[in-house]
């Protein structure tokens, strides 16, 4: 089969990656492995851990981290890859947008003018990682910009769409431009549930968009805050399964996959629930888990757009996430091939 292009469209962040102790966690009210949107008493953070010792700077948002890993190990000539968000015209702006075009992603960006570019403060303790966001010019994306000439045509060639769900905190209507065409096309509109809080407090965008949903992504502690919203009984299988049968425009089969760290991926569809194990990676080796939940979607989109099946791309996904665990952020060597 020809292989499939990929359209992105989410929040783009240049992550501040630095090692940190469980007192600044306390300083700035954190826990660790949870994401968070930045308040006025975090701001102070960005500054404090641009200063620390072996400091990285990595092109970052849930859904351009997902983007480059599919990029990486699609490991295609020419640009199959387009993402759509908004940054500033500023310095980090620039060193986002150029690390990505570096590595022959098609950048198709929305240049907020007032704010800055925004942020993500990634602080690891332990292996764990909070999450702090300032979305900045991240949250000024314009649904107008889906119009122009050059998202279009990148929304027009592309065969599957993905989104984080931390999206819709920031355009619903671009996203649901987005969602309506894969529908009317007959192409694969995928989307994150990303985090407990856009369940808990976007939910009502978020049952809109899920009417199109042809594969939803998701963890364990996402499944069950969607869970609870919809008065689910079970488990993690049993949420899936449900997740599975509601209605979907359009027709067709939805698939939902869930994901539970080092524990199996869980897979709904029409044939029902399946479970893929994790391969197991020597703790000594883990460095960082930023990023794993996003480059599972990477490795997973990579090998659907080249037509694998759907265990094929459950496998990869957990290799891809296997390796981004042993780097700090989200980062690749882009001559380095991954393969199953």
């Given at each position: ?61 849930a859904t351009l981290n997902s983007a480059r890993v599919a990029n990486w190990i699609g490991n295609r000539e020419g640009q199959w890859v387009s993402y759509a968000g908004s940054v500033a015209n500023d310095e980090y702006g ?170 199996c991926t869980v897979i709904a569809t029409k044939d029902g629930v399946k479970k893929i194990d994790v391969e197991k990676i020597d703790a000594s080796l883990i460095r960082d888990t930023n990023g794993a939940g996003d480059a ?45």
């Amino acid at each position: 089969m020809t292989a499939k292009n990929l359209f992105c469209m989410g929040n783009p962040l240049l992550d501040i990656s630095a090692q940190v102790d469980a007192a600044f966690l306390e300083k700035y009210g954190l826990k660790g492995g949870n994401a968070i949107l930045a308040e006025e008493a975090h701001m102070p953070i960005f500054k404090e851990l641009s200063e620390k010792e072996g400091v990285v700077y990595v092109p970052g948002g849930a859904t351009l981290n997902s983007a480059r890993v599919a990029n990486w190990i699609g490991n295609r000539e020419g640009q199959w890859v387009s993402y759509a968000g908004s940054v500033a015209n500023d310095e980090y702006g620039k060193l986002l947008e150029s690390k990505s075009v570096d590595e022959k992603m098609n950048m198709v960006l929305y240049k907020a003018e007032g704010v800055p570019t925004g942020t993500c403060a990634v602080c690891v303790v332990a292996k764990e990682r909070s999450l702090v966001a300032n979305l900045a010019a991240a949250a000024k994306f314009d649904a107008s910009h889906v119009e122009t000439d050059a998202v279009k045509k990148a929304i027009e060639s592309a065969d599957v769409y993905y989104s984080a769900g931390f999206f819709i905190t920031t355009c619903v209507p671009a996203l649901m431009t987005v969602a309506k065409h894969a529908c009317e096309k007959k192409k694969t509109f995928c989307l994150n549930l990303s985090a407990p809080f856009i369940v808990d407090f976007f939910f009502d965008p978020l049952s809109e968009a899920l009417k199109y949903v042809d594969i939803l992504f998701g963890n364990e502690t996402e499944a069950e805050s969607l869970s609870k919203k919809l008065d689910l009984s079970g488990g993690v299988d049993e949420w899936a399964a449900a997740v599975q049968k509601m209605p979907k425009e359009g027709g067709g089969d939805r698939i939902v996959v869930f994901t539970q760290g080092s524990k199996c991926t869980v897979i709904a569809t029409k044939d029902g629930v399946k479970k893929i194990d994790v391969e197991k990676i020597d703790a000594s080796l883990i460095r960082d888990t930023n990023g794993a939940g996003d480059a599972f979607v990477g490795g997973f989109l990579a090998q659907l757009c080249a037509g694998k099946s759907i265990e094929d791309c459950v496998l990869m996904g957990h290799k891809s996430a296997g390796n981004i665990i042993q780097v700090d952020g989200c980062q690749f060597d882009m001559n380095k091939k991954l393969t199953l």
